[in-house]
Nanobody, 123 residues
Framework: QVQLVESGGGLVQAGGSLRLSCAAS????????????MGWFRQTPGKERELVAA????????YVADSVKDRFSISRDNNKNTVDLQMNSLKPEDTGVYYC????????????WGQGTQVTVSS
């Protein structure tokens, strides 16, 4: 059973920053690191769930949605064994629930999801 746990959400003023972290457990990645993709999604008011950033667990290549490309970045923290989403210059429109997810490269959908963490940006 794979367990994904997000942390780092909270209330922040517009223009501020937050770093979200995703920790995975219940799955040994040592021998299959290149087969997994980690993604960050968000559910914002008035919009459908959208992918904001993704990267391979062990790969250097990353994806960031155009809408946040100039402000968000995704990275691995090898010391903490997490995949992090750095969010800078936050706007009220970024308010929503952010989810960490995992999939295999050969799959079209993400099979494992965290519980989500709330991000609220005030004006």
């Amino acid at each position: 059973q794979v367990q994904l746990v997000e942390s780092g959400g909270g209330l922040v003023q517009a223009g501020g920053s937050l770093r979200l972290s995703c920790a995975a457990s219940g799955l040994t990645l040592r021998n299959y690191a290149t087969l997994y993709v980690m993604g960050w999604f968000r559910q914002t008011p008035g919009k459908e769930r959208e992918l904001v950033a993704a990267r391979g667990w062990a790969a250097a290549a990353t994806y960031v949605a155009d809408s946040v490309k100039d402000r968000f970045s995704i990275s691995r923290d090898n010391n903490k064994n997490t995949v992090d989403l750095q969010m800078n210059s936050l706007k009220p429109e970024d308010t929503g629930v952010y989810y960490c997810a995992m999939k295999s490269r050969g799959q079209t959908t993400y099979d494992y999801w965290g519980q989500g963490t709330q991000v609220t940006v005030s004006s």
